[in-house]
């Protein structure tokens, strides 16, 4: 049996993947075309700032502060520099620059390797 050391509330309809930035913990979630950005004390998880991205989201990653961002059903990468300290009022985001990835028809998943410095779509 697995038993869970803490419980949340139900902030998310369509969640797809995470990313983490020190105790910070962003959540896209598809259906909603948002991310979530939780803080962790150590023992719980607090939302604190609900974002509209405008596009569907699907997988992200960070390399360093910034957040990357699948944009789902398009070849596109969303690029949020500083997304952490620059976005602290919730609201409508608009990336930092929107990259096109010339041939990807459709993308979800991605990961950036900071060990290596590899970005994979």
Not at 47 to 53: E, G, H, Q, V
Not at 86 to 113: F, Q, W
């Amino acid at each position: 049996n697995i038993v869970a050391d803490f419980t949340g509330g139900a902030d998310l309809m369509s969640p797809r993947e995470i990313a983490v930035f020190g105790n910070k913990v962003v959540v896209s979630s598809n259906t909603e075309n948002k991310f979530y950005v939780y803080e962790y004390n150590g023992s719980s998880f607090n939302l604190i700032n609900t974002f509209d991205a405008g596009f569907d989201t699907w997988g992200i990653t960070f390399m360093g502060n910034t957040l990357l961002a699948v944009v789902d059903n398009d070849s596109d990468l969303a690029v949020y520099e500083n997304f952490l300290t620059a976005n602290t009022m919730d609201g409508t985001l608009t990336p930092t620059k929107r990259i096109t990835v010339e041939g990807i028809v459709r993308t979800h998943g991605i990961d950036y390797s900071e060990a290596d410095d590899v970005l994979v779509m």
